[in-house]
């Protein structure tokens, strides 16, 4: 077996793989609950690569997240489901029905403005498309939250759900009002802490996330983004801390907490110091 630049050499390696007794012992236990943590762990660091501005990453990250699609369609080959021709046929003839502007005759193209609607109303009918072909007990009445899908990161599907709702006026006018929300739900967490159930922690802490998210989304705030802007800033002022005990000769082990919270702050300082403040503001 020799690299290739074909998709078919991908979907034979994937097959050699998952041949039973020849293939891979890892491969060969997998399935599609088992897969899926592995194909939004890929998403995640090509969105990634992308922040990073990494090309070779990225090529690197998608062929590594192409590799997700592949082994998702060959279980499925083996269930007799569908194959990945299957799934490239479906993906072309979706994008194909999105964009008449782009593909229709010279008759039916649109202007610009109307491609938007035109979006919308075409996956409106591809929705109801499916709704009709599943099963009977499938048709009954769905919850106006039915349509955010289940397997989004946790993050944007807290976020999908508080938006849904707001459409029919579930939701805060201001968000002075989540924060006491916040407030609230971190009241809840401390009383489950004095009572020890870690089962209502686990649930508090939930609630109080949840009520994060929203605050991120009355204030126009990815709480995704903004979250991987935090864990930038972690990673930067613990860097310092490492450093800093390096110049000393000394280890992370070696040092008290006190020392360390002291070398944080300062790192604090140190990363607001290259930053300009805008005119007019300071910090204190």
Known sequence: MTPSRDI?????????????????????????????????????????????GDLDDLREELGDLLLQVVYHARMAEEQNAFAFGDVVEAITRKMIRRHPHVFADKDGNIQPAGVKSAWERIKAEEKAERAARRPPKDAAHKSLLASVKAGLPALTRAMELQRKASTVGFDWNDPRAVLAKIREEADEIEAALDRNDKQEIAEETGDLMFALVNLARHVDADPETALRATNAKFERRFAYIEKALAAQGRSLEGASLEEMDALWNEAKTANEAVVPAKAGTHTA
């Open 8 to 52: 078919s050499r991908l979907i034979e390696i994937m097959a050699a793989l998952r041949t039973p007794v020849t293939g891979c012992p890892w491969d060969l236990i997998q399935n599609f609950e088992t897969i899926a943590p592995y194909t939004i762990e890929e998403a995640y660091e090509v969105a990634d690569a992308i922040t990073r």
